[in-house]
């Protein structure tokens, strides 16, 4: 997929007309920067996106993203904590809860996105942004997604902050859930706007 600014900002207008606002103590992006995607099919659509505005902020991208993952995988994953290792991000993006959604109830899931954010606490004092899922369509289990936007900023992972991607007007393809091409650029825009 070809990844260039033109589609960015024209995505970016796309989604634009909802008010994105950011916590002023958030994540801030800045040369130099190491940031870690982790995520599902949506992680991967808007991963060449991202990869494309590190560059030119400066920053270094890497995306481990895997189409049809979920919390519970990237919770118990053994090459995670070797990534972290290795790569030692500043600022974890976190593209999970879709899979979630459509297969288990929301206890189950709170348990795995706890051990999730534990086994990120070997990143303390740096940044996760969980990027919440877009509108899902009817079928899916409520209270997942509410779950996630709980724990944002708790005692347990202070450092955590919650992008309402469900606020946006993101252009979906013929399955309603997954974004256009134009609809990954606006919105992977949208949330580097919200982190720069």
Do not use: C
């Not at 899979?99 to 051990?115: E, L």
């Not at 086994?119 to 919440?132: A, N, Q, S, T």
């Not at 877009?134 to 919650?162: E, H, K, N, S, W």
């Amino acid at each position: 997929m070809k990844t260039s600014k033109q589609w960015i900002y024209a995505g970016l207008a796309l989604v634009a007309g909802v008010g994105v606002v950011r916590l002023m103590s958030g994540p801030r992006i800045r040369r130099g920067l190491r940031i870690l995607l982790i995520g599902d099919s949506l992680g991967v659509g808007t991963a060449p996106h991202f990869a494309a505005l590190a560059k030119e902020a400066g920053a270094e991208f890497k995306s481990i993203a895997i189409t049809g993952s979920r919390i519970d995988q990237w919770a118990s994953s053994k090459e995670l904590p070797k990534i972290l290792a290795s790569f030692q991000p500043d600022l974890v993006l976190v593209s999970l809860g879709t899979n979630d959604a459509y297969m288990r109830g929301p206890d189950v899931i709170a348990q795995q996105h706890a051990a999730l954010l534990q086994l990120l606490e070997v990143l303390r004092g740096r940044d996760i942004v969980w990027i919440g899922p877009p509108t899902l369509p009817a079928a899916a289990t409520p209270g997942i997604v509410p779950m996630i936007q709980d724990a944002a900023g708790t005692a347990l992972a202070p450092r955590f902050f919650y992008f309402h991607s469900e606020r946006l007007q993101i252009p979906r393809g013929p399955d309603h859930l997954h974004p256009t091409v134009r609809g990954y650029a606006g919105w992977a825009g949208a949330i580097w706007h919200w982190l720069s």
